[in-house]
């Protein structure tokens, strides 16, 4: 458990470190760039206000990492139909699809499937996995969302024809902080932390999430929600 808090320390402080070095680097080149040119000073700025935008997610997932971990973080349980959940997750997804050409598509079971759980959290999981599988689809592939009944569960199944997982990197894809590539995963502005959090939001509801994977070739997460 300590080295486990260690190396959680370790890696914050190295994720904080990364956009207060950018920071620091942009404000200083303007500090002694001894120029009169707006468009230059606006890029710079531009730059910067990204750099913080990104230090800001990253913190706003560490403290809800915390308070996860610590149990400050309740479930107002209520009904949900999954399939009104999914449609209402996916929805501020289509634009993003749009402009990389990818084919988003859902498909549900006849059968109405309702889970107890909070909305607004089991909306953010939905979200964070199917956003991940855009930003990891190659452009003009394909993404689709599938809910269906299982044994005594709904499963929500979110796959994509994408650049996939090393079979090595499976088992330590919810990680805090774990990155399959880390320079693509900085470049699509991931925190790596979003599936960390997803993970710990479908254990609070007594749930499961898993993945399968091919290098090169997709993923599909699926999601499993107690009836």
């Not at 956009?19 to 710079?44: A, C, Q, R």
Request: glycine share 8%; proline share 4%.
């Amino acid at each position: 458990l300590d080295r486990s808090r260690n190396e959680f320390v370790s890696n914050a402080s190295h994720e904080l470190k990364t956009p207060l070095s950018s920071i620091k680097v942009l404000t200083e080149s303007l500090l002694h760039m001894g120029t009169n040119d707006p468009s230059i000073y606006n890029e710079f700025l531009s730059d910067i206000d990204n750099e913080i935008d990104r230090l800001n997610a990253i913190i706003t997932d560490l403290l809800a990492l915390v308070r996860m971990d610590s149990g400050e973080t309740g479930l107002n349980k209520e009904p949900i139909d999954i399939k009104e959940l999914v449609t209402k997750s996916v929805k501020g997804l289509n634009l993003l699809a749009e402009k990389r050409d990818i084919n988003l598509e859902l498909f549900f079971d006849e059968e109405k499937l309702i889970v107890q759980g909070e909305p607004m959290k089991l909306q953010q999981v939905i979200y964070n996995i199917v956003d991940n599988a855009i930003k990891y689809t190659p452009e003009g592939g394909k993404v689709w969302v599938e809910v269906y009944k299982g044994l005594d569960n709904a499963i929500i199944k979110v796959a994509d024809t994408g650049i996939g997982i090393p079979a090595e990197d499976i088992p330590h894809i919810f990680d805090r902080f774990f990155r399959v590539d880390k320079a693509r995963s900085r470049g699509t502005g991931g925190t790596g932390l979003g599936l960390s959090i997803a993970h710990k939001i479908v254990l609070m509801h007594d749930g499961n999430i898993h993945v399968t994977s091919k290098d090169g070739k997709g993923s599909a997460f699926y999601i499993e929600l107690p009836i």
